[in-house]
């Protein structure tokens, strides 16, 4: 439920795009059924609603199979309780986000499957989705994770020499089988080959380009066999099985378009397995978003994170690859026709009985074709040695027809002009069906034979039944619907989103006609040449005349009978009001997808409202006049001195009147919508509305401060800012009819706020009696704080003070609190600022900055920087009180932290940022206007650098000259207290290759899992019994290695490797515990967040990737067996390259030209490197 101000309404988190079909889809609607992947014998004619739950085959192949259960019967075996399961897995939210759950080992016993993949094919990426869909673990052939049969699929590659079938194969009865293009595959395939071969992670570098070449010479051919080997073995298998085993396209589960739909698919077949019950279907988009499109998912997540309800876990399902390097894999003309003789034997072999494999396989063929073309310019020889046949010999063309079946009350011109567009000559006239019993339809205002165009309108939705009709006269059918329902799951049938085919410019219109043709490519045809580029331009030609003579509203005639559409941009043939917006125009529609709204800036006084007004009108109106909304009995609307009417055309009203619910009651019904923006300052209640009114999805709150800039950039800054979260917060009402990001609007609200600006300073010396009507300013402007008007809305401000939260000074370990390390980074980047903080060894530490507390707030002024750092806790309650700007240093996210003083109920995701617009955060958090990433290890190799500088502690990591060296007298030291089940299992696995030691509670003692603490802090490991802990895991004291401050670098010293895992593999999360190592000349054996390959080279330490555990086993079992080479990794560069210095190293101008500080002074508004500051 989303709440909005004077309404409630119910709505999907899913919208209404749902082409539930898969690419070469074999079902298609008919009045017969079969199963998924094969046939069964033909039924009896049955009604739509019995239909819904079959899959149906369109060739009528009668094929014997012997099966245990139908589809219907297995869905039947849900139990009542499966929806209360549900509600533990995986959800999407109702702001557009997903909340994910980790995988869990099963509580009752369920029917394992395989996930079989020819190498190169996404098998990591679909482990990683089967656990989001289902919420349980999965494992591989090799039961690398030490989970059995407790598994939900098991990954293999099996034939191929890379998989195996497991010990209790004869149990396994289903399989979810994952193919892609070998022309992809293969050179997938060699890369991960190359990453083992030179121990490199897991999906962090391509192959040299001639490495490929010498590679594919001698074994491509051997592969492109192995492929066709593959593909038989798990048809054959399942020969008389068919629906126990479903075909996956990587190609079409990676697609922007088509990627959810085949993720539905997988969910609906895991659904079938005994004991499973997967996530509802309508949340699987999402899922599959913030799985497989991970960086586009959390990139969204960002712009919602002050929306959620809920805090979101730190999550290892997503996929990810970061591989570097050259993408390009030439093959051989020979190469390319063996692949192709391959794909077409096996098209010949199963394509008859297997249509969606066959529609898969053609794709295939028809690249490896376009290939071969590409590399000898021959089209005959590509038609005659690739295509198998000769043009005479091609088989004929199917005849098809397409029907548009549109419900009465929907407005379906742009879509059926595309389809026309795409299908019909350049001058056809629309078809309309008004009688579905009858093959006419109306063209021209006259009735003719259906066969007389492609393309038919009808109101008619009983779909089977028109198939049932039309069936006789054409080989195929297609039908396309603008709705979402049971109909959408046949493959002769697709279902689009209307209200998304809704453009505002020539862009827009263009990728309105390419997203429908490509998915109408996928979904219906084998050949991709039906619609061809022509095609596209043609559709598109169209659309341009349909809204050129609706402008035009002289020829109503035409635009009737062409394009469905009655005289004047009126009605539809179909008495449906158009509700596509007009072309190019700066004014936003005064109408979306069909409805009338408005907006109110409704705000107290001085809270920088006539700044937001400015930008709003900007943004939807730019060269208004200001219309305000007097405060009287009639709540009068003034523009220009003039009285006018709240509907007479323009968007954005201002007012001073923040009774919104009675601003709501008392124009809820000239608009369709009403949204109010509001502008806060302050704590006063003068100044601010009641704060419940801002938790409505039709009310957006700005805080006073996200509205000052001082320069230009600031002004472009608070622009793009504002309108992300218009964006964000009236998604639900614009959504994709009105780009609130296009570049265009956003120039727009600049070039207003710039006028305002002149405005202003143009009537400084007027009377403030005198006012601009344009703008809304008056004479006598004076700046937000009360100063006098210098140019702009900022203010200019000499440097302050520096506060900090805790942190007494002293001399011990346990008084060097986490916010005075943040004043050693502070020191270094406002060194103008008063507040120093110097450490000696063997002195005492030197603090001048002032301790935040109850006393020394009163003596903060706007001018002063607060120190904050995420483990910290101040003494006063609101840090909202602090007058002045805030750097938050975050060694983690507040997530990571549920008892930090931030996070009392662990309701934050891990991109929370502080409220305010004069806070700021550095750490593992997205860049935003508002913070900057940067990972704790590059934050405490500053400060070791400022606390020990006799140690030279920051050349042994830039300088590969000082890089320290370990004494190579033991294997391995583990140091950890908490307990982490995938540290603890690395520990244990370690200790077969030697004897390993350990200095804290954690044992590799896995197996016992401590309690959980009442007060939610980390659980502490459980160190193994007497006599019960193996003779290859020694404990080690570490209290006379560790130096005065508490550091572990003196500790790992003696060992060849430093066992370093984080806590979570969280984005940008990468902690000081591979630094420890790489300082005492260890090599690190790290788990965590992929940003370590940016940061560090990834030759200089082992990645122990969690999904391949023995990829690093087995690297270090080498090194420990290869002296020479164990010491080439040891002379290996710490750092990946200079950019990383500059990017994450720089906190003065000594190291990159001190490019960090300055981003970080940019973002906070301070110019230069330490002088003159001016927010």
């Not at 208004?624 to 009068?636: D, G, H, K, W």
């Given at each position: 439920m989303r709440r909005f101000l004077g309404a409630a309404v119910l709505f999907t988190s899913f919208g209404a795009l749902l082409i539930v079909s898969s690419l070469r889809y074999a079902t298609v609607l008919e009045p017969h059924?079969?199963?998924?992947?094969?046939?069964?014998?033909?039924?009896?004619?049955?009604?739509?609603?019995?239909?819904?739950?079959?899959?149906?085959?369109?060739?009528?192949?009668?094929?014997?199979?012997?099966?245990?259960?139908?589809?219907?019967?297995?869905?039947?075996?849900?139990?009542?309780?499966?929806?209360?399961?549900?509600?533990?897995?995986?959800?999407?939210?109702?702001?557009?986000?997903?909340?994910?759950?980790?995988?869990?080992?099963?509580?009752?016993?369920?029917?394992?499957?395989?996930?079989?993949?020819?190498p190169g094919c996404g098998a990591r990426m679909t482990w990683n989705l089967v656990e989001a869909l289902t919420g349980l673990w999965t494992g591989d052939d090799w039961d690398s994770n030490n989970r059995g049969k407790r598994v939900v699929t098991i990954k293999t590659h099996f034939p191929h020499d890379a998989g195996r079938l497991v010990p209790w194969d004869d149990e396994i009865h289903r399989a979810l089988v994952i193919i892609r293009n070998p022309m992809h595959a293969i050179p997938s395939f060699f890369n991960h080959i190359y990453e083992m071969k030179n121990h490199l992670p897991v999906h962090s570098q391509r192959a040299p380009v001639d490495a490929w070449i010498e590679w594919r010479d001698r074994l491509a051919a051997i592969q492109i066999s192995r492929f066709e080997k593959f593909v038989d073995y798990w048809m054959e298998r399942f020969l008389q099985l068919n629906d126990n085993r479903i075909f996956v396209s990587y190609e079409r589960l990676t697609d922007d378009d088509m990627g959810a739909e085949e993720a539905i698919r997988m969910t609906r077949f895991l659904g079938q397995s005994e004991g499973v019950t997967p996530i509802d279907i309508e949340s699987v988009p999402c899922v599959w978003k913030s799985v497989v499109k991970y960086k586009e998912s959390l990139k969204a997540s960002n712009n919602n994170h002050q929306q959620q309800q809920q805090r979101r876990r730190l999550d290892p399902l997503h996929h990810d690859s970061q591989r570097s390097g050259p993408t390009e894999r030439p093959y051989t003309p020979e190469l390319l026709s063996l692949m192709s003789d391959m794909l077409l034997r096996l098209i010949g072999k199963w394509g008859d009985?297997?249509?969606?494999?066959?529609?898969?396989?053609?794709?295939?063929?028809?690249?490896?074709?376009?290939?071969?073309?590409?590399?000898?310019?021959?089209?005959?020889?590509?038609?005659?040695?690739?295509?198998?046949?000769?043009?005479?010999?091609?088989?004929?063309?199917?005849?098809?027809?397409?029907?548009?079946?549109?419900?009465?009350?929907?407005?379906?011109?742009?879509?059926?002009?595309?389809?026309?567009?795409?299908?019909?000559?350049?001058?056809?006239?629309?078809?309309?069906?008004?009688?579905?019993?009858?093959?006419?339809?109306?063209?021209?205002?006259?009735?003719?034979?259906?066969?007389?165009?492609?393309?038919?309108?009808?109101?008619?939705?009983?779909?089977?039944?028109?198939?049932?009709?039309?069936?006789?006269k054409f080989d195929e059918v297609y039908f396309v619907a603008p709705v979402k329902g049971e109909a959408c799951e046949y493959d002769n049938v697709m279902c689009v989103d209307n209200e998304a085919l809704v453009y505002s410019n020539s862009e827009g219109m263009e990728d309105v006609v390419t997203k429908i043709a490509k998915r109408m490519r996928l979904h219906f045809f084998e050949d991709p040449t039906i619609l061809s580029e022509a095609k596209l331009g043609v559709a598109l030609k169209r659309l341009v005349e349909m809204e050129t003579l609706r402008a035009d509203d002289k020829q109503g005639g035409l635009l009737e009978e062409k394009f469905g559409i009655r005289g004047g941009g009126g009605d539809h043939i179909a008495d449906k009001k158009m509700t596509a917006p007009m072309l190019t125009s700066d004014k936003a529609p005064l109408t979306i997808n069909g409805k009338t709204y408005h907006i109110f800036q409704a705000s107290p006084p001085h809270t920088?409202?006539?700044?937001?007004?400015?930008?709003?009108?900007?943004?939807?109106?730019?060269?208004?006049?200001?219309?305000?909304?007097?405060?009287?009995?009639?709540?009068?609307?003034?523009r220009h001195d003039?009285?006018?009417?709240?509907?007479?055309?323009?968007?954005?009203?201002?007012?001073?009147?923040?009774?919104?619910?009675?601003?709501?009651?008392?124009?809820?019904?000239?608009?369709?919508?009403?949204?109010?923006?509001?502008?806060?300052?302050?704590?006063?209640?003068?100044?601010?509305?009641?704060?419940?009114?801002?938790?409505?999805?039709?009310?957006?709150?700005?805080?006073?401060?996200?509205?000052?800039?001082?320069?230009?950039?600031?002004?472009?800054?608070?622009v793009r800012a504002l309108a992300e979260k218009l964006k964000d917060r009236f998604g639900y009402f614009f959504g994709a009819h009105l780009d609130l990001m296009d570049s265009n609007r956003l120039k727009n609200a600049v070039i207003r706020l710039q006028q305002m600006d002149q405005a202003t300073i143009s009537m400084a010396d007027q009377p403030f009696t005198v006012s601009d009507n344009k703008f809304g300013v008056h004479g006598g402007h004076r700046n937000r704080d009360g100063s006098e008007?210098?140019?702009?809305?900022?203010?200019?401000?000499?440097?302050?003070?520096?506060?900090?939260?805790?942190?007494?000074?002293?001399?011990?370990?346990?008084?060097?609190?986490?916010?005075?390390?943040?004043?050693?980074?502070?020191?270094?980047?406002?060194?103008?600022?008063?507040?120093?903080?110097?450490?000696?060894?063997?002195?005492?530490?030197?603090?001048?900055?002032?301790?935040?507390?109850?006393?020394?707030?009163?003596q903060a002024t706007s001018n002063d920087i607060l120190i904050m750092h995420s483990h910290q806790k101040c003494e006063i309650f609101s840090l909202e009180a602090f007058p002045g700007a805030q750097l938050h240093v975050n060694a983690e996210f507040y997530d990571m932290h549920p008892l930090h003083l931030l996070n009392p109920n662990g309701e934050f995701t891990q991109n929370y940022l502080p409220p305010g617009e004069r806070s700021y955060v550095i750490g593992p958090h997205e860049d935003t206007r508002q913070s900057i990433r940067i990972p704790y290890c590059s934050m405490k190799l500053w400060y070791l650098h400022?606390?020990?500088?006799?140690?030279?502690?920051?050349?042994?990591?830039?300088?590969?000259?000082?890089?320290?060296?370990?004494?190579?007298?033991?294997?391995?030291?583990?140091?950890?207290?908490?307990?982490?089940?995938?540290?603890?299992?690395?520990?244990?696995?370690?200790?077969?290759?030697?004897?390993?030691?350990?200095?804290?509670?954690?044992?590799?003692?896995?197996?016992?899992?401590?309690?959980?603490?009442?007060?939610?802090?980390?659980?502490?490991?459980?160190?193994?019994?007497?006599?019960?802990?193996?003779?290859s895991i020694l404990p080690v004291s570490a209290s006379n290695d560790r130096d005065t401050q508490g550091h572990n670098s003196n500790l790992f010293?003696?060992?060849?490797?430093?066992?370093?895992?984080?806590?979570?593999?969280?984005?940008?999360?990468?902690?000081?515990?591979?630094?420890?190592?790489?300082?005492?000349?260890?090599?690190?054996?790290?788990?965590?967040?992929?940003?370590?390959?940016?940061?560090?080279?990834?030759?200089?330490?082992?990645?122990?990737?969690?999904?391949?555990?023995?990829?690093?086993l087995n690297q270090i079992q080498f090194l420990e067996q290869n002296p020479a080479e164990y010491e080439r990794m040891l002379n290996e560069p710490i750092i990946a390259n200079k950019q990383v210095l500059e990017k994450y190293f720089s906190w003065d101008e000594t190291v990159g030209n001190g490019v960090l500080k300055q981003r970080i002074r940019q973002m906070m508004g301070l110019q230069g490197n330490g002088a003159s500051p001016q927010w």
């Open positions: 059924t079969a199963d998924d992947e094969g046939d069964q014998p033909p039924e009896p004619p049955m009604t739509f609603s019995d239909a819904r739950d079959f899959f149906i085959h369109h060739n009528n192949i009668t094929t014997a199979v012997a099966t245990t259960q139908t589809t219907s019967e297995r869905r039947q075996l849900r139990s009542a309780s499966s929806t209360q399961q549900r509600r533990r897995l995986s959800n999407a939210l109702t702001d557009g986000g997903c909340e994910i759950t980790w995988p869990q080992p099963p509580q009752k016993p369920y029917e394992t499957a395989y996930a079989a993949s020819y009985g297997h249509l969606r494999l066959r529609k898969m396989l053609e794709g295939y063929q028809t690249d490896v074709a376009a290939a071969y073309l590409a590399t000898t310019g021959d089209n005959d020889a590509a038609m005659t040695s690739l295509g198998g046949v000769v043009p005479a010999q091609q088989p004929k063309q199917k005849d098809f027809h397409v029907i548009l079946a549109c419900p009465p009350e929907m407005d379906c011109t742009i879509l059926s002009n595309v389809l026309v567009g795409l299908f019909e000559p350049p001058d056809a006239y629309m078809s309309f069906m008004e009688d579905s019993s009858q093959l006419q339809v109306r063209q021209r205002g006259s009735l003719v034979s259906i066969e007389s165009s492609v393309v038919t309108l009808t109101h008619d939705m009983n779909l089977l039944a028109l198939y049932k009709t039309m069936k006789s920088a409202s006539t700044v937001l007004n400015n930008f709003l009108i900007g943004m939807f109106e730019p060269g208004a006049e200001y219309s305000f909304m007097v405060y009287n009995q009639e709540r009068t609307i003034r003039k009285d006018v009417a709240i509907d007479d055309g323009h968007i954005v009203t201002k007012t001073h009147i923040t009774d919104l619910m009675g601003l709501y009651k008392q124009h809820r019904n000239a608009f369709d919508e009403i949204m109010f923006v509001v502008a806060n300052r302050g704590v006063n209640p003068e100044t601010r509305i009641d704060s419940s009114l801002c938790q409505y999805n039709n009310v957006l709150c700005i805080e006073f401060e996200e509205l000052l800039y001082s320069d230009e950039h600031g002004r472009e800054s608070v008007m210098q140019g702009s809305s900022a203010r200019k401000i000499d440097s302050g003070k520096l506060f900090y939260c805790g942190g007494a000074p002293g001399l011990n370990r346990k008084e060097f609190k986490y916010s005075t390390f943040g004043l050693f980074l502070a020191n270094s980047l406002f060194p103008e600022y008063e507040g120093k903080v110097e450490y000696q060894p063997g002195q005492p530490l030197i603090n001048t900055a002032i301790p935040l507390t109850d006393d020394t707030l009163n400022k606390t020990r500088p006799t140690e030279a502690i920051l050349p042994k990591i830039i300088d590969p000259s000082k890089k320290p060296k370990n004494t190579k007298e033991h294997f391995l030291l583990y140091i950890n207290s908490h307990y982490i089940e995938y540290r603890e299992r690395a520990a244990r696995a370690l200790s077969e290759i030697g004897a390993i030691h350990t200095a804290g509670k954690c044992q590799g003692n896995w197996e016992v899992r401590p309690p959980p603490k009442p007060d939610g802090s980390p659980e502490q490991c459980e160190p193994y019994e007497d006599g019960l802990r193996p003779s010293s003696k060992y060849r490797f430093a066992l370093v895992m984080e806590n979570a593999d969280a984005p940008g999360y990468v902690s000081e515990k591979i630094l420890d190592a790489f300082l005492a000349g260890s090599i690190p054996v790290y788990y965590g967040s992929r940003m370590v390959f940016e940061i560090f080279n990834p030759k200089a330490f082992v990645f122990f990737d969690l999904d391949i555990p023995q990829q690093a």
